[in-house]
């Protein structure tokens, strides 16, 4: 269950205004004292480090003439307190929900890559290479998309506000490449082709209506019978450039 911090009262409503299109934003938390030390995360409740709130901090100056209108966040700690330096910058509430938690990486967990390929020899370029494969223990990145998704397309069929502006989501670097490569419809072979996000960097979609070159007159707007069916569109990679420190080891 999805846990809130409010200033305001936000209305839910299902009414639709028509647009041709509604922008994503999904950008990586800041440093953590892990990412510093090149140890994986996963799931374990790790924090910003200092560098990692300069990072919020100066993510959020970038984000001010985006026009953001709605902030969602992995429950993480690190992904959560970046999302409250970015929102509280922009004069926006967030939202938390766990489903857009990192990779569970299981019996990697804590441990550093030279860790793992010692006590998994070979593991990790498997990982790597096919996200079908989950670490011991541990979910794929095919299994992290699943679970992501459902978020997105939610927000979609009940967030009419999409419609005056982005939605940024406030996650990670695994489930924002895993999460990018579902919505674009990538096959699994694909996935591999996003490279290692860097921290308080992001992915940016653009959703617009599906069209249908059997009708190509239909309506190009959002309604409540086209929304579920909406054709997303890379725009950009690693996007976001006053960042202060390294961009941090992926996961």
């Known amino acids: 269950?999805?846990?809130?911090?409010?200033?305001?009262?936000?209305?839910?409503?299902?009414?639709?205004?028509?647009?041709?299109?509604?922008?994503?934003?999904?950008?990586?938390?800041?440093?953590?004292?892990?990412?510093?030390?090149?140890?994986?995360?996963?799931h374990l409740d790790t924090e910003l480090s200092d560098v990692g709130y300069e990072q919020a901090r100066a993510a959020a100056r970038l984000l001010r003439d985006q026009g953001v209108v709605k902030i969602v966040a992995s429950d993480l700690q690190r992904a959560r307190e970046t999302a409250?330096?970015?929102?509280?910058?922009?004069?926006?509430?967030?939202?938390?929900?766990?489903?857009?938690?990192?990779?569970?990486l299981g019996q990697w967990q804590g441990k550093s890559s030279a860790e793992v390929d010692a006590e998994f020899p070979g593991a990790r370029a498997i990982w790597r290479h096919d996200p079908t494969w989950a670490p011991p223990e541990g979910e794929s990145r095919v299994d992290v998309a699943e679970r992501a998704r459902p978020v997105i397309d939610e927000l979609m069929e009940d967030f009419a506000g999409w419609d005056a502006g982005p939605v940024l989501i406030v996650a990670h670097g695994g489930a924002i490449s895993a999460l990018t490569c579902h919505l674009l419809g990538l096959d699994h072979a694909q996935y591999g082709i996003l490279s290692g996000l860097k921290n308080t960097h992001w992915s940016q979609l653009t959703a617009r209506p599906d069209f249908n070159p059997a009708a190509p007159l239909s309506s190009l707007d959002y309604t409540p019978d086209n929304v579920g069916n909406a054709q997303w569109y890379f725009d950009g990679w690693n996007m976001g450039g006053e960042v202060t420190g390294d961009g941090g080891a992926d996961i």
């Not at 970015?86 to 990779?103: C, I, K, Q």
Request: charged share 25%.
């Open 84 to 104: 409250r330096v970015v929102a509280e910058s922009l004069g926006l509430d967030f939202s938390t929900d766990p489903r857009l938690r990192e990779t569970n």
């Open 1 to 42: 269950m999805s846990c809130h911090w409010r200033k305001r009262p936000l209305a839910r409503t299902r009414s639709f205004n028509p647009t041709m299109s509604r922008r994503l934003i999904l950008i990586r938390h800041g440093q953590t004292t892990y990412n510093a030390s090149g140890r994986m995360q996963g």
